[in-house]
């Protein structure tokens, strides 16, 4: 658990130039939500763990849920207290190992790792269907998984190794050779 306090930021209030996104991402996607809280989950993925997770926060103690304004970023997913606007959690998007909607429509919860073999149950309540909070946050994840592999098809193609053989090393001499004669004349 003290790992996973650690990921989450202190608060601190938002200005509109921190909430300004950037020039070559997709800007992010805003919702008003309640925040029901997490709870400690014993696996990262499954439809059975998010339905029993939103019914045990779903019957906590409604003053603990706090109004939030979930803003769904291409790497994080922030939530920011309605009253202050200061940042309540911010979640990024690659700990995100599951989500599900709630036999309920307007619930919402999502797994996040937490460290090894630790996971909680983040959970959401919308005035309608969080329909429309789960596909920002798959869209999110989707462009993140697409940066992730054009990333490392960068690196394989700068990391390419120059041909080896016979064919290969007569070229470099040859290369070698072109050049210091055209460097004498």
Not at 16 to 22: A, D, G, K
Not at 88 to 95: D, G, I, M, S, W
Not at 143 to 172: C, H, N, T, V
Request: proline share 4%; aromatic share 8%.
């Amino acid at each position: 658990k003290q790992w996973y306090q650690r990921r989450v930021r202190a608060p601190q209030v938002m200005s509109e130039q921190s909430l300004t996104p950037s020039e070559d991402l997709p800007e992010p996607k805003r919702f008003e939500t309640l925040y029901l809280g997490y709870i400690r989950v014993e696996k990262e993925k499954g439809t059975d763990v998010v339905q029993h997770a939103i019914e045990k926060l779903r019957n906590s103690n409604q003053s603990n849920w706090e109004s939030v304004t979930m803003e769904v970023h291409v790497s994080t997913v922030n939530l920011i207290k309605t009253a202050d606007r200061t940042l309540l959690a911010e979640h990024r998007v690659r700990f995100i190992s599951f989500m599900a909607l709630g036999q309920d429509e307007s619930y919402l919860g999502y797994v996040v790792h937490g460290g090894p073999k630790i996971f909680y149950c983040h959970v959401y309540q919308s005035d309608g269907s969080c329909a429309e909070v789960a596909r920002a946050i798959q869209e999110a994840c989707t462009i993140r998984y697409q940066l992730l592999l054009s990333k490392q098809e960068e690196m394989k193609r700068a990391e390419k190794p120059e041909p080896q053989g016979i064919f290969s090393f007569l070229r470099k001499k040859l290369k070698q050779k072109s050049s210091s004669d055209v460097e004498r004349t």
